[in-house]
């Protein structure tokens, strides 16, 4: 799942850009793709049909506010599509409120990386200047 619930479990981490949205996974029904932990930057807006998203993996959200990383495919009317993944039943007969295009993909912990290692040059830079803040 994603955010509060995406199916392979995700919690929302924050955005990435105005443009993105970063999702953290959360379960394995998308096994071997995407591991509990793996992070999934989205798309924010919308930016195709829903047609343009038949068989692609995408962050999704229900009209009844679940919300999965799943496959799109073409449900039994226009409006509804069923969702599949690796590992798990498929979800189907519904309808979507908001599509994430995934477009990018961190593996488990890469975040914390980044972060660990901007703070480690933070305290370096604040240790080299003496620990004074440059004059502007």
Not at 30 to 57: A, W
Not at 93 to 99: P, Q, R, T, Y
Not at 118 to 128: D, L, P, W
Request: hydrophobic content about 35%; some cysteine; aromatic content about 8%.
């Amino acid at each position: 799942m994603i955010g509060t619930e995406f199916s392979s479990r995700y919690s929302m981490i924050g955005a990435i850009s105005e443009e993105t949205i970063a999702f953290e996974v959360a379960g394995d029904s998308m096994l071997p793709k995407y591991e509990n932990g793996d992070t999934i930057v989205v798309y924010r807006e919308q930016r195709h049909p829903l047609s343009s998203f038949y068989g692609e993996e995408a962050a999704v959200r229900l009209k009844t506010g679940e919300r999965y990383l799943k496959t799109i495919e073409r449900g039994k009317s226009p409006t509804s599509v069923n969702l599949t993944s690796f590992n798990a039943k498929p979800i189907t007969g519904v309808k979507l409120e908001w599509i994430g295009e995934i477009c990018v993909t961190l593996p488990r912990g890469q975040i914390e990386r980044l972060r660990n290692k901007a703070a480690a040059r933070a305290r370096k830079a604040t240790r080299s200047a003496g620990g004074r803040t440059p004059d502007k």
